[in-house]
């Protein structure tokens, strides 16, 4: 059960994190790194980044913006890490009839917001994203977040935004639906 808070009070810290992202795999060295490792990249990354100025190109990737934009339309053979391609790790509108079933793996999810569940610190989203919002989907997906101050940062950026929602962790089943934990801010964007 779902409680009513007004997020907006919460706090009245926006954070706006500038992102520069290509899609051209030229522009990154590519299959040099585990997918985990890179997720542990975006968790020591920390809730302000450090200064982001376009770096000289090809450089590694840095920004699951970056990742997104490098895998949405690549070919699915596109070797991302050292054990992922980028059909394997992007879940998006795009491939949405591809991946029906719940599974246990590190992916990049595009998705929509949903729901949440203050108390448990649960965050609820639909998978595929869509530009309408959605009661039937193929996969219910739950983010648990253990910080309070990183769940109700992400909450405020969260609430009454409807745009697509890209989530980078470890995925496991849970039920019917599929469970993943966020441990830093950069882990999910608003793209």
Same mark, same amino acid.
């Given at each position: 059960?779902?409680?009513?808070?007004? *997020?907006?009070?919460?706090?009245?810290?926006?954070?706006?994190?500038?992102?520069?992202?290509?899609?051209?795999?030229?522009?990154?060295?590519?299959?040099?790194?585990?997918?985990?490792?890179?997720?542990?990249?975006?968790?020591?990354?920390?809730?302000?980044?450090?200064?982001?100025?376009?770096?000289?190109?090809?450089?590694?990737?840095?920004?699951?913006?970056?990742?997104?934009?490098?895998?949405?339309?690549?070919?699915?053979?596109?070797?991302?890490?050292?054990?992922?391609?980028?059909?394997?790790?992007?879940?998006?509108?795009?491939?949405?009839?591809?991946?029906?079933?719940?599974?246990?793996?590190?992916?990049?999810?595009?998705?929509?917001?949903?729901?949440?569940?203050?108390?448990?610190?649960?965050?609820? *989203?639909?998978?595929?994203?869509?530009?309408?919002?959605? *009661?039937?989907?193929?996969?219910?997906?739950?983010?648990?977040?253990?910080?309070?101050?990183?769940?109700?940062?992400?909450?405020?950026?969260?609430?009454?935004?409807?745009?697509?929602?890209?989530?980078?962790?470890?995925?496991?089943?849970?039920?019917?639906?599929?469970?993943?934990?966020?441990?830093?801010?950069?882990?999910?964007?608003?793209?």
């Amino acid at each position: 059960m779902a409680y009513y808070i007004n *997020f907006k009070e919460v706090g009245d810290t926006n954070i706006k994190i500038e992102h520069h992202e290509s899609g051209d795999p030229k522009n990154y060295i590519l299959g040099d790194t585990r997918a985990e490792r890179f997720r542990q990249h975006l968790i020591r990354k920390g809730l302000v980044p450090r200064d982001e100025a376009e770096p000289e190109r090809p450089a590694p990737l840095n920004t699951i913006e970056e990742l997104y934009a490098l895998c949405k339309d690549a070919d699915p053979s596109l070797q991302v890490f050292k054990d992922k391609t980028a059909g394997d790790i992007y879940l998006g509108r795009e491939n949405a009839e591809l991946h029906k079933e719940l599974f246990e793996d590190i992916a990049l999810f595009e998705l929509r917001f949903y729901d949440c569940e203050p108390e448990d610190q649960v965050i609820f *989203f639909k998978y595929p994203y869509t530009e309408e919002k959605q *009661f039937d989907c193929n996969i219910n997906v739950r983010i648990f977040i253990s910080n309070p101050n990183l769940y109700n940062t992400v909450i405020r950026e969260l609430y009454e935004y409807e745009g697509p929602i890209l989530a980078f962790t470890s995925w496991r089943p849970t039920g019917k639906d599929l469970l993943g934990s966020i441990d830093g801010y950069a882990q999910l964007a608003r793209y």
